[in-house]
């Protein structure tokens, strides 16, 4: 049995000692300029959607599609990591972090065969994000649907 056991006080500022200090406004920035020049991009892709004359519900297409392709692009190349330690949230709101989010898992595990290891991790994150937003979505359509069949 340990003859000097420490004491709650003493256990307190040890802990406040070692314990780093959270850098929240800095972690905010950085997320805030980071998803916003994603986002700002998203923007300039959709105007030269509109630029090439593609009809006005394909620009929407067209921007998420280049989006996508460059986060899982990025995520193989290792970079969008990068980005991600860097800014956080930032790089995880916009589509292109839903795009690394599919990609990641199933680089990771692409050695264990691609049945197995891609094929099964390929919506290891994702799949949840999914599945509850579809059930979300479901169950707020229905609610509308009986809302707005009992007011008519």
Request: hydrophobic residues 45%.
């Amino acid at each position: 049995m340990n003859q000097n056991p420490i004491k709650p006080d003493e256990y307190r500022r040890l802990v406040a000692r070692m314990t780093p200090h959270s850098r929240h406004l800095r972690g905010c920035f950085r997320a805030f300029w980071v998803g916003g020049l994603i986002c700002t991009f998203g923007q300039v892709l959709n105007a030269l959607a509109e630029c090439l004359q593609l009809p006005e519900a394909t620009a929407p297409m067209f921007t998420s599609v280049v989006l996508v392709f460059l986060g899982t692009t990025l995520t193989g190349l290792g970079v969008y990591d990068r980005i991600g330690k860097y800014a956080g949230a930032g790089s995880i709101v916009p589509i292109t972090g839903f795009a690394n989010s599919v990609c990641a898992p199933a680089m990771e595990f692409r050695r264990e065969g691609i049945v197995l290891g891609t094929g099964a991790k390929l919506f290891t994150i994702a799949g949840p994000v999914l599945v509850y937003g579809i059930t979300a979505s479901i169950a707020v359509g229905v609610v509308y649907w009986a809302i707005r069949g009992w007011l008519m």
